[in-house]
């Protein structure tokens, strides 16, 4: 009977130790794992994936948002478990990062924060914005603001254009954009996670951006829509290729992701494939194709009309040499989730679920991990 009683405790031990092993921990403990980067994705990091991973597993991420080229060089020199950037890698950062593989693993925005008294709506297109980052357009009454915001009493205050002043991939969206819709910014500055801007004031990540924002009257600065929010901002309407003043709002950034022609394989990064891989995920600025007179439009057309111009992925970095990279896996896992995506969406967060295709995608990169 002891001997039985023995076997039972035993085999209930050994249950329990496997269990312990299948959600991340390990005899001597909880796991722990350490990741930084991007300042866009860190809301979601530090208040739903973190702590629902902890609760579900004992298991904890240590994050810092440090800005998306920070955690690019991060994860290249292998002081963390995981980089985080909301710009894909470019082609000398993937040779540089050998062997690493970027998995797009939630779908947000950049926006525009404004600080204008008696002013609570604004509309702006690309080539205004363009124009006020260059120093074009250098009052708020400006006629071609005006024309884009009729009935709006705007004031004739000076205009302060706020930037990130550390690599960000939020910058990196922003110029891209800007790189599309006006050839004069394409040819003056272009796009990148770090460029000069020719006027206004620089600030450090989406929190500092908000911050400059905030307390200087006239101001405009690129933020996602969790900072807009959490600084009781306002934030821009953006018109898309339709003509449409858009939001950065969950359902438009839905409609944004819709539109991607086909997903590129996230496991073959490499500094001849980074580009491609780019590409095949940009979201910045889709096409419009109007209906044809008479016609309903299709499901992609109302996509495209109704798709924020600003939208991006955001990219988990990791490497499959890491120590931890066990652990790695299952925490991509657990935010690959359907229930942790949703978790994002409306609120302060505004992220959007995965596309199915990129989620598909994604599980086959976290298994070859």
Request: glycine content about 10%; some cysteine; charged content about 15%.
């Amino acid at each position: 009977m002891r001997i039985n009683r023995r076997i039972t405790t035993l085999a209930a031990l050994a249950v329990t130790a496997a269990a312990a092993l299948s959600v991340g921990t390990n005899a001597f403990g909880a796991g722990k794992l350490t990741g930084a980067g991007s300042s866009l994705v860190a809301p979601f990091v530090d208040n739903v994936w973190a702590p629902d991973w902890s609760k579900s597993t004992s298991n904890a991420v240590t994050y810092g948002s440090v800005g998306s080229t920070a955690g690019i060089a991060a994860i290249t020199g292998k002081t963390v478990d995981f980089g985080a950037s909301d710009a894909p890698l470019t082609s000398a950062q993937a040779g540089t990062c050998s062997g690493c593989v970027e998995i797009p693993w939630a779908l947000a925005a950049t926006g525009f924060s404004y600080h204008i008294s008696g002013v609570s709506h604004l509309n702006l297109s690309g080539p205004v914005i363009a124009e006020i980052y260059l120093g074009q357009i250098t009052t708020w009454n400006d006629p071609a603001i005006a024309k884009l915001n009729k009935g709006e009493t705007l004031p004739s205050e000076k205009i302060t254009p706020v930037w990130r002043n550390d690599g960000s991939g939020d910058t990196y969206v922003f110029t891209s954009y800007l790189s599309k819709v006006s050839p004069a910014w394409a040819s003056k500055v272009g796009a990148g996670t770090s460029v000069s801007f020719p006027v206004g004031t620089g600030a450090k990540g989406n929190s500092g951006v908000a911050a400059v924002v905030g307390s200087t009257e006239g101001a405009i600065g690129n933020n996602s829509w969790f900072y807009i929010r959490q600084d009781g901002l306002k934030a821009a309407a953006v018109q898309n290729a339709a003509g449409n003043f858009v939001y950065p709002y969950e359902p438009y950034l839905v409609a944004a992701a819709s539109l991607l022609k086909a997903v590129p394989n996230l496991n073959t990064l490499s500094s001849s494939t980074a580009d491609t891989i780019a590409n095949g995920l940009s979201l910045v600025d889709p096409a419009y194709s109007k209906p044809k007179k008479g016609a309903k439009p299709t499901t992609v057309q109302k996509n495209e009309a109704a798709a924020y111009p600003l939208a991006t992925f955001t990219y988990v970095i990791t490497r499959p040499d890491d120590a931890n990279i066990s652990l790695v896996q299952q925490f991509i896992t657990f935010a690959l989730s359907s229930a942790e995506q949703k978790k994002g969406v409306g609120g302060s967060l505004q992220f959007a679920p995965l596309p199915g295709a990129i989620a598909k995608a994604d599980s086959a990169a976290v298994a070859k991990l």
